[in-house]
C-alpha cells in the first residue's frame, strides 16, 4: 500500500480547510478611503496567510528560545496521555473534553509502530489521521511521541515481524549472555526499518497538517538506555567498545574542549585529554564509560530515525530521558539514555535532535536547571500532575524559560486536573506577556519548599525578596483562611520600568531597589483582576492589610487572580 493512494480524511462539512484568515468586504468610505483599506485588508491578509504557511519552529529570541507557531510564540500548557489511550479512538473521544476541562492547549500523544506498519512496508494510518481529527474537533494542539524502536528501554512497541526476527533486528546482550526484549541501538538494519516508518509516518503528517499546524513537535523514542548492565555485551557491541572511538565524536570533543558538560569534561581530562584511542583509552574505564559509549550509539541511531522524518516534513524534533535517582550507577538508571552529562555525545551523534527533555518525578528544580543549561530549551514531556505540577509548572515557566510542561497520565481520572487546571488557567491569561517579556529576562518563577523557605530574585530593576506566607492564627484543626494545598509558588513578570503582573500563591514579596537612588520602595497601586481576551480587566484594588500597610504584596492563592502592582522609590 502507497501513500499516494491514502484518501485524506475531511472535515465534517465535507472539506479539507487548510487556516486561512478571512474578512467580509467593507462599507465603502468613498473610492479613496476603499481602495486604500483594501490594499492594508489584502497586505495583512497576505502576511497571516504567509506566518500560518510556515511550519512550527524553534526559535532563538533574546536570551530564550522559543516555539513559534503560525508566525507568534507559543507555550505549551499540556498533558501527556497514558501510553495506550490514542490506540482506540472511541476510547479516545470522550478524553477530550477532560483536557479542556483541565485547560489544556496540547496534548502529547503515542503513535505506535506496531499498528503504523502491521506488515513490513504496508502503512496503516486510521489512528493518525483520527487523532489529528479529534484534536482539531476540540480546538487542540499535539506533539506526537513516537513509540518506535523503544519505549522505557524496552522494545515493546516495534512491529510482531521486527519482535519475531532476532537474527535480522538483534537484541541488548547482557554480560552473562542472556538476551533481553530491547533492540541494541548497533543495529543498521533496526534503525533503517525504524527510519523508513518514522518516514511515512511524517510523510502522512504534512499530508494531513502542513497548513493547518495542529500538529507541534515530534518525540522520537521514549526513555532510552540499558538496563540492569551499563552496556550491550552482544558480539558486535564489545567490538565497537574495544574499537576506536569514532573520528567524528572526537573531532566535536577537540573543537567544544572548554564548553562542554562538566562531568564529561573532567572524565576526559582524568584520561588524559588523549586525542584517539578505544573508549577505556579515551574516557577511562569503569561503568560511566560504558554508559557514553551506548549515549553515543543512541544518539546515532535516533538522530538517523529524525533525519529520516525531517526530510518529509521537518517539525522540531526530541527525544527524552529517565532521570538518575541518587546514588544510582549505569545500568541501575537507563544507562546511554539522553542525560545532562552525557548531552555533548548526543550532540555530537544525533545534530538532527533539536533539544533533549527530561521526565522530572523527583527533586523538580535541580533537573530543569540542569537541561536548561548549555542552550538546550527545556520542555517537559512528563512530570507530576495534581498540586505538585500544579506547583511546578511556575518555576519550569518563570525561571526556565520552557516552551511546554505535560504532566503524564493526564487521562487517568474520571474528571479534570482540578489543581493543574487552575494553574493553566492563570498562566493561559499571563502568556502573552511571558512570551513577549521572556526574551528581555524581564520573567521569574520560584517554587518554595521545606529547605528552600525564603529566595531574592532578580527582576528588572528590582529585587524581589520573596517568603511565605503567614496566615494568621485560627483555632486548632481549623483550615487558615488563605490555605492554599499548593506549594507556595509565583510567576513574575516585569511588564514595565516599575510595572509588575504577579501570580500565585503562599507567598510574600518585598520589593527593594538594585540601582542607585532613594533606597526605599513604596507600592503605588496594586490591583486584582485577569485578562479577559487579552484585556486588563481590574477587580478589588488593595491596599491596608491586604499590603502589609503598602509594604508588602500577598499572594494568597489563584482564585484571587493575578495582581498588577506598581512600585516608586522614596527615602
Not at 454 to 478: E, F, H, K, M, W
Request: hydrophobic share 40%; with cysteine.
Amino acid at each position: 500500500m502507497t501513500l499516494s493512494k491514502l484518501p485524506i480524511p475531511v472535515t465534517p462539512s465535507g472539506s479539507f480547510a487548510p487556516g486561512r484568515a478571512r474578512c467580509r468586504w467593507l462599507p465603502r468610505w468613498g473610492a479613496f478611503k476603499g481602495i486604500a483599506l483594501a490594499g492594508l485588508v489584502l497586505a495583512s491578509v497576505g502576511v497571516v496567510a504567509a506566518a500560518q504557511n510556515v511550519i512550527p519552529r524553534l526559535e532563538k529570541r533574546g536570551e530564550v528560545t522559543q516555539l513559534v507557531v503560525d508566525g507568534a510564540p507559543f507555550l505549551i500548557l499540556g498533558g501527556e496521555l497514558l501510553n495506550n489511550s490514542a490506540t482506540s479512538l472511541d476510547y479516545l473521544a470522550p478524553i477530550w473534553p477532560r483536557l479542556r476541562e483541565t485547560h489544556l492547549n496540547t496534548a502529547l500523544v503515542a503513535v505506535s509502530w506496531a499498528q503504523l506498519e502491521p506488515q513490513e512496508g504496508t502503512f496503516d494510518f486510521s489512528l493518525v489521521d483520527g487523532v489529528i481529527q479529534q484534536a482539531r474537533a476540540h480546538d487542540m494542539r499535539l506533539v506526537l511521541l513516537w513509540f518506535g524502536s523503544w519505549k522505557n528501554t524496552w522494545s515493546s512497541y516495534a512491529p510482531d515481524w521486527v519482535k519475531r526476527d532476532f537474527e535480522r533486528f538483534p537484541r541488548v546482550q547482557l554480560r552473562n549472555g542472556s538476551g533481553t526484549e530491547r533492540l541494541t541501538p548497533l543495529s543498521e538494519a533496526s534503525q533503517q526499518a525504524d527510519a523508513r516508518a518514522f518516514a511515512a509516518f511524517m510523510r502522512r503528517v504534512k499530508q494531513l497538517d502542513a497548513e493547518r499546524h495542529t500538529v507541534l513537535m515530534v518525540q522520537v523514542e521514549n526513555e532510552v538506555g540499558v538496563i540492569p548492565d551499563a552496556r550491550d555485551h552482544s558480539p558486535v557491541a564489545n567490538t565497537a567498545y574495544a574499537a576506536a572511538v569514532p573520528d567524528a565524536l572526537m573531532s566535536y570533543l577537540a573543537g567544544h574542549r572548554e564548553t562542554l558538560a562538566p562531568e564529561l569534561r573532567a572524565k576526559w581530562l582524568a584520561a588524559g585529554f588523549k586525542t584517539s584511542g578505544s573508549w577505556e583509552e579515551v574516557f577511562g574505564p569503569g561503568l560511566e564509560t560504558e554508559d557514553l559509549f551506548m549515549a553515543w550509539h543512541y544518539a546515532r541511531y535516533i538522530g538517523k530515525v529524525a533525519e529520516a522524518g525531517k526530510a518529509e516534513y521537518p517539525l522540531p524534533m526530541f527525544t527524552n530521558a529517565a532521570l538518575i535517582r541518587p546514588s544510582y550507577a549505569p545500568g541501575q538508571y537507563n544507562s546511554g539514555g539522553p542525560l545532562p552529562h552525557s548531552l555533548d555525545l548526543w550532540r555530537a551523534g544525533g545534530p538532527q535532535l533539536d533539544f533533549l527533555a527530561p521526565d522530572i518525578y523527583f527533586e523538580f528544580k535541580t533537573w530543569a536547571d540542569k537541561f536548561s543549561r548549555s542552550g538546550n530549551p527545556l520542555f517537559i514531556p512528563e512530570t507530576h500532575g495534581g498540586a505538585v505540577g500544579a506547583a511546578n509548572v511556575f518555576y519550569a515557566i518563570g525561571a526556565c524559560a520552557a516552551i511546554g510542561f505535560c504532566p503524564f497520565g493526564i487521562d487517568r481520572g474520571p474528571g479534570p486536573d482540578l489543581e493543574l487546571a487552575k494553574s493553566y488557567s492563570v498562566i493561559a491569561q499571563l502568556a502573552p506577556l511571558i512570551l513577549a517579556h521572556q526574551p528581555e529576562g524581564r520573567v521569574a518563577g520560584v517554587v518554595l519548599g521545606e529547605l528552600t523557605p525564603s529566595q531574592q530574585i532578580q527582576l528588572g530593576d528590582y529585587t524581589l525578596a520573596v517568603g511565605r506566607s503567614n496566615p494568621r492564627a485560627v483555632p486548632a484543626g481549623t483550615p487558615p483562611p488563605d490555605a492554599d494545598p499548593v506549594d507556595p509558588r509565583g510567576l513574575f513578570i516585569a511588564t514595565g520600568l516599575d510595572e509588575f503582573y504577579l501570580a500565585g500563591g503562599g507567598l510574600t514579596i518585598t520589593f527593594m531597589p538594585k540601582k542607585p537612588g532613594p533606597p526605599l520602595v513604596g507600592l503605588a497601586t496594586v490591583e486584582e483582576g485577569k485578562f479577559v481576551d487579552g484585556r486588563w480587566v481590574p477587580g478589588r484594588r488593595l491596599a491596608g492589610d491586604d499590603t502589609g500597610q503598602g509594604n508588602s504584596i500577598s499572594l494568597r492563592g489563584l482564585d484571587r487572580g493575578i495582581q498588577r502592582v506598581t512600585v516608586y522609590r522614596y527615602r
